[in-house]
Nanobody
Framework: QVQLVESGGGLVQAGGSLRLSCAAS????????MGWYRQAPGKQRELVAS???????NYGDSVQGRFTISTDNAENTVYLQMNSLEPEATPVYYC?????????????WGPGTPVTVSS
């Protein structure tokens, strides 16, 4: 059974740093890529960062230069290092993994972890 478990969210002061982790139990599937989205109250979910199995990365414009995504392939874990955090409406960060087998590719999502940046 596929399961994604996020950790590392919480409260941090503006300008501070936080590191999110997401461990995937992928069953028989292989991982094509993993990443993070976030959603603030009343807003659409937006891409924060993604990374492919070939380590190609992509970042949302608002986090470019401040956030870094990385993976531990042996542990099926993706990390999001967030620096210079800015105060904003408390978003929930969602981890996802694109998993595939011989027949299909589909995205799986974690339950989300909130990040609060105090001013």
């Amino acid at each position: 059974q596929v399961q994604l478990v996020e950790s590392g969210g919480g409260l941090v002061q503006a300008g501070g740093s936080l590191r999110l982790s997401c461990a995937a139990s992928r069953g028989i599937f292989s991982i094509a890529g993993m990443g993070w989205y976030r959603q603030a109250p009343g807003k659409q979910r937006e891409l924060v960062a993604s990374i492919t199995s070939e380590s190609r990365t992509n970042y949302g414009d608002s986090v470019q230069g401040r956030f870094t995504i990385s993976t531990d392939n042996a542990e099926n874990t993706v990390y999001l290092q967030m620096n210079s955090l800015e105060p904003e409406a408390t978003p929930v960060y969602y981890c996802y993994a694109d998993l595939y087998d011989a027949l299909v590719t589909r995205a799986y999502w974690g339950p989300g972890t909130p990040v609060t940046v105090s001013s």
